[in-house]
C-alpha cells in the first residue's frame, strides 16, 4: 500500500495504460508494437495496481491463467488452421473474408482490413502475455507482501 | 607471476577483439542482403502487412513466435509453482 498521492494517480491512469496496450496490440500490422509489446505495456497497469494498492480485487488469477492459456491455444490453432499449406500458413491475406484486403508494394497509410492472420495472432499472443506476465506480478506481489509483513 | 599471466591473458583478448572491432561491416552494409531485400520486396504483397517485422515474426517464422509463447508459458508455470502455497491445494 503506498501513499495516497500514488494511489490516487493509479486509479485514473491505469485504464488509458491497458488502453494503449490493447492499440499496440490490435495496430500490430500496421505500427511498431504487437503482441509481446502491446501486452507487457497492460501487464504493466496490473504492475502498477499492484506496487500502489499492495494487490488487485479487478484482476483474479483465474481469470489471468485462463486468458493466457486461451491465447496460447488461439495461437496454435490458428497456426493449425493453415496445415492444408503448410504449419503457419497465412490463408486470410489477399482475400480472405476478416483482414483480406490486400495492399499495394510501397509507402500507403496503412489500412486496418489487411495482413490476414497476423492481427488475429497477435491478439491471441497479446491476450496470452497480459495473462501470463499479469499472473507473474500478482503471484511475486503477494509473495513480497507477505514476506514484508 | 600470476598478475603477469592475467594480464597476458587480458591483451589477447583484446587484441581479438580489437581485430574484430576493425573488420566489422560498415552500418547498413551486411555481406548477404538477400534475405533482407526478399522481405523488402515481397513482405508487403505476401502477408499484407505494413510492418515488415510484423510479418517477419508472426508469418516468416512463426515457429519462432510459438517457441517464445511457450517461453513465457513455461515461465508463467515455474513461478506458480515454485510460490504456491505450502501443504495442499489452493
Redesign the interface.
Given at each position: 500500500m503506498m501513499s495516497k498521492i500514488v494511489r490516487s494517480m493509479t486509479r485514473p491512469l491505469y485504464p488509458f495504460i491497458i488502453l494503449f496496450g490493447a492499440y499496440l496490440v490490435v495496430h500490430g500490422h500496421l505500427t511498431p508494437g504487437g503482441g509481446f509489446q502491446g501486452g507487457a505495456v497492460a501487464a504493466s497497469a496490473i504492475a502498477l495496481l499492484v506496487v500502489a494498492y499492495g494487490g488487485t480485487r479487478m484482476f483474479r488469477k483465474g481469470t489471468l491463467t485462463a486468458m493466457e492459456s486461451s491465447g496460447l491455444i488461439v495461437f496454435i490453432s490458428l497456426a493449425m488452421v493453415g496445415m492444408a499449406t503448410v504449419f503457419f500458413y497465412n490463408f486470410l491475406a489477399n482475400g480472405g473474408p476478416i483482414f483480406g484486403e490486400a495492399i499495394f508494394y510501397g509507402p500507403n497509410p496503412g489500412y486496418f482490413n489487411t495482413a490476414g492472420v497476423i492481427p488475429l495472432m497477435n491478439m491471441a499472443v497479446g491476450l496470452e502475455v497480459i495473462g501470463g506476465l499479469g499472473v507473474i506480478i500478482i503471484a511475486l506481489g503477494k509473495k513480497a507482501f507477505e514476506v514484508m509483513e | 607471476m600470476r598478475k603477469s599471466v592475467a594480464f597476458g591473458g587480458l591483451l589477447l583478448v583484446f587484441a581479438f577483439l580489437l581485430i574484430a572491432a576493425v573488420n566489422l561491416h560498415g552500418f547498413g552494409d551486411p555481406t548477404n542482403t538477400e534475405m533482407d531485400d526478399y522481405f523488402i520486396?515481397n513482405g508487403?504483397?505476401?502477408?499484407?502487412?505494413?510492418?515488415i517485422?510484423?510479418?517477419v515474426?508472426?508469418?516468416y517464422r512463426?515457429?519462432d513466435?510459438?517457441g517464445?509463447?511457450?517461453v513465457?508459458?513455461t515461465?508463467?508455470s515455474g513461478?506458480?509453482i515454485a510460490?504456491r502455497k505450502e501443504g495442499g491445494e489452493e
Open positions: - | 520486396h508487403q504483397r505476401q502477408t499484407g502487412a505494413n510492418n517485422v510484423t510479418s515474426v508472426f508469418d512463426g515457429y513466435t510459438l517464445e509463447a511457450t513465457l508459458f515461465a508463467v513461478v506458480l510460490l
